[in-house]
């Protein structure tokens, strides 16, 4: 589903002089998250970046480094937004259940919309080596940590309230559940986010337990999806 | 915690030379995994295996073929392994609950034992590049199939029974939740193999629904463990 690079030749981005440099950083991140998710660190090449970017490849340099230094900001930009998305969706005052379903939703809509971003930061930074896959591991910890904060204050009024690192195994749990489902969905792609999204809720959330005895999750909220079976 | 190389010159192993085949090639495949998981594919040394195994290079590549058919060849043997471990301790005369924890403690104690074949299976297939990180994704969709297999066999006289397609997302998420946990062990080895697999079992079978109310999951055979928190 890549584009054809000759499409560039066709329909040249306009290469304006006179943009601020946040806008051309942002512009050259873009077109590093594209070209990276597509084609991996090794076999990215800074000329096919320059072009997707319209932006000079010397320019490319002296905003953001060498190609390394690129990957590297493009994987700490990304893991950056997603692990926002999630911890400004989650309402500290609707119900436990609610805040983890609305995470949950957020997760799957978010990686749905930006699926470069996802196999930037989750499958190209690991098979690129080192140092990226200590960046990847470090960010991926950053995620277990709020998603174990998350949950523990979710549970604060609940009868047995959980203490963060009480909360850390079933996180790491959690975000390894997710990364999974994600892989799956690609070869799944019949599925919807609010479906898989759902799907981990009842798991995380009832247990198979429930689940066998005919025991569901149903949101409150009135914006929600059907039940997929 | 590797051990030293020098080890080997001072307790060199016997170079018996009428062994049967089958028995020298797992003497090779022995060694192969312990360097694989070490090293990594790139920087493991055929000369290293050769002298962890006690055997000469020519045999090895007469035996087991290239560097990389040795590699393939241990990804296949240790990845089988595991998944033969859990489906072969998952009994399907015992209740769903007990079954699903069957399956997750050998799998938490399979790995701890076989620390090096988790590592060589799990990471260095997929830090080794093409053709090794597909040879690991279609172990891993077996895995997932053959837990989504045993799920929906447990549900098979419950209030409502699932398929094995309906399973499927489920046994993702499950498969992703066990690895990782895994992960997350190596930064928390103070926790026990049987500790780990009961929070994964509290998570899947209970859900948060339930620990959040205090109601969690207790095995119901003699030999249980004692609940960590």
Redesign the interface.
């Known amino acids: 589903m890549q584009s054809d690079p000759d499409d560039h030749e066709e329909n040249p981005r306009p290469r304006s002089r006179r943009l601020p440099r946040s806008v051309r950083e942002r512009q050259i991140l873009d077109a590093a998250v594209e070209v990276y998710a597509a084609r991996g660190f090794h076999l990215a090449s800074m000329d096919e970046i320059s072009e997707v970017a319209g932006i000079s490849k010397p320019m490319i340099y002296a905003y953001l480094g060498s190609k390394e230094e690129l990957f590297v900001a493009c994987i700490q930009r990304e893991a950056n937004r997603l692990i926002e998305a999630i911890g400004t969706a989650v309402d500290p005052e609707v119900t436990?259940?609610e805040q983890?379903w609305r995470g949950l939703r957020v997760f799957f809509d978010y990686v749905q919309r930006n699926r470069a971003s996802w196999t930037l930061v989750h499958r190209q930074a690991?098979?690129g080596?080192e140092p990226f896959?200590t960046e990847f591991g470090q960010w991926r910890?950053r995620a277990?940590v709020l998603i174990a904060t998350l949950?523990a204050r979710?549970?604060e009024n609940?009868?047995?309230?959980?203490q963060v690192q009480?909360m850390?195994?079933?996180a790491?749990?959690?975000?390894?559940?997710?990364?999974?489902?994600l892989?799956?969905w690609i070869?799944?792609p019949e599925?919807t986010a609010d479906g898989?999204a759902m799907?981990?809720m009842?798991?995380?959330?009832?247990?198979?337990?429930?689940?066998?005895?005919?025991r569901s999750?149903a949101p409150a909220s009135s914006e929600a999806p059907a039940n997929e079976?």
Chains 1, 2 share one sequence.
């Open positions: 436990p259940d983890l690991a098979a080596g896959a910890e277990v949950l979710a549970t609940a009868v047995r309230p959980m009480q850390e195994p079933f790491a749990a959690l975000v390894g559940a997710g990364e999974s489902l892989d799956w070869e799944h599925h898989l799907r981990l009842n798991l995380a959330w009832m247990g198979f337990g429930d689940l066998v005895e005919g999750w079976d």
